[in-house]
């Protein structure tokens, strides 16, 4: 007789259901693919194709803001459809063919055209598995839910260089690594195409528009605060270019990398837990801050140090990234999470379209040390804002909020 599996909704391991836990292996996944190549790619990019900061910037900004305006109409076609599988499993397989390409470029415009496409993909996926995962839990756990995949995500990201860097003491080209990063891609399909349960959401009165209008005064405010923070938080390339600047190696970059993301991943369970427990706005705040504080010591951190401001920066996406995105929710109905996932994810495009070409020209134009004090500087505006976020509700002897 074969047995009979559990329902999709029940708690599984740690109080998690099914679907919670496949999407963490299934991003899991992802940042393995991913970051084989994202630590080596403003190496490959600065070495082998002669390209400058502002090109970075301009890669970096152009196809991460993509994804963010995508997010906007995939959240809201979830809704809509009242499905989000099949969006969360496109989205999935787009980017994990596409990404290997890079191996073959030979310009710095290929590289940009790979990079858009890839987050194409995540522009497809990210608002409506955001959704999911929030339908997938209780509310009383939310914020272990979103921190439970986000520490998959950053452990997938810690393991990716260091299979590149195994990669490169074998003697594999850069290129080659790239190829490769189809195998854990391949896996991503098979988990995401198998795995996942569909979980229709709740049916509105009236039809899901894409607008503004359901939204009260609180998430209109928040994504004011979010907007604020996230025009300092430019692309992650910088932050290897920063490490070249301080001294370190390719294969030494690998390694605090590595060592970067494990730590984002070892915090984020935990950023996720104490949210439910003292509230979202006391995580997203205190990570905030750790933000600019790390932001204004990698401005002149002396050489050789630039790994201490850099473990501030993972503290914070381990105590705010998921509390950040499980905030969301706290905050609209059920039957708009997906349209509002993807206004969310909208306005973190509107940011990075902005900060990262603005990074790159301050960077050329004055020194990247007043990049940074600048992105320091935005982001305690971003804090300030967030204060007046207010949400009450009690979980678990809590206030959501953080009042």
């Not at 194709?49 to 995508?70: D, Y």
């Not at 894409?210 to 025009?231: E, K, Q, S, W």
Request: aromatic letters at 10%; proline letters at 5%.
């Amino acid at each position: 007789m074969t047995p009979k599996l559990p329902h999709p909704d029940a708690p599984l391991w740690l109080g998690l259901s099914r679907n919670v836990l496949i999407l963490g292996l299934v991003s899991f996944l992802t940042d393995t693919a991913s970051e084989m190549l994202v630590p080596l790619l403003p190496i490959f990019l600065a070495t082998e194709l002669n390209a400058g900061a502002l090109h970075i910037g301009w890669i970096a900004g152009l196809s991460e803001s993509l994804a963010s305006f995508l997010k906007l109409g995939s959240g809201w076609l979830s809704d809509r459809l009242h499905r989000r599988k099949l969006l969360i499993v496109l989205g999935y397989g787009v980017a994990s063919l596409v990404r290997p390409l890079m191996g073959l470029a030979t310009s710095w415009w290929h590289v940009m055209a790979v990079r858009v496409v890839d987050r194409v993909g995540k522009g497809v996926r990210i608002a409506p598995r955001d959704a999911l995962l929030a339908d997938s839990c209780d509310e009383a756990v939310r914020g272990r839910a979103f921190g439970f995949q986000q520490m998959a995500d950053h452990l997938g990201a810690a393991i990716g260089p260091l299979l590149a860097l195994a990669l490169l003491v074998a003697h594999a080209s850069i290129r080659t690594i790239f190829l490769l990063s189809i195998v854990p891609g391949v896996l991503v399909l098979l988990a995401a195409g198998v795995g996942i349960t569909e979980k229709p959401p709740k049916r509105a009165a009236v039809p899901v528009r894409l607008t503004l209008a359901p939204f009260d005064g609180r998430f209109r405010l928040y994504l004011v605060a979010t907007l604020l923070f996230h025009l300092a938080v430019a692309s992650e390339f910088f932050l290897i270019l920063r490490m070249k600047d301080g001294g370190l190696h390719d294969a030494a970059v690998l390694l605090v990398w590595s060592a970067f993301m494990a730590a984002r991943s070892a915090c984020a369970m935990l950023g996720g837990v104490l949210s439910d427990r003292f509230g979202r706005r006391t995580l997203i705040s205190a990570g905030w801050l750790l933000f600019a504080a790390a932001w204004g010591a990698l401005a002149w951190a002396p050489r050789g140090w630039v790994v201490l401001p850099l473990a501030a920066y993972a503290l914070f996406h381990g105590l705010s990234q998921g509390p950040q995105r499980a905030f969301v929710a706290d905050l609209v109905p059920e039957h708009l999470r997906g349209t509002a996932y993807g206004v969310y994810a909208f306005v973190l495009g509107i940011a990075t379209l902005v900060a990262n070409p603005t990074f790159g020209w301050v960077s050329v134009r004055f020194g990247m040390p007043w990049a940074f004090l600048g992105g320091a500087v935005l982001a305690l505006a971003g804090l300030a804002t967030l204060a007046f976020v207010r949400r009450q509700g009690a979980i678990g002897g809590s206030v959501v909020g953080g009042l």
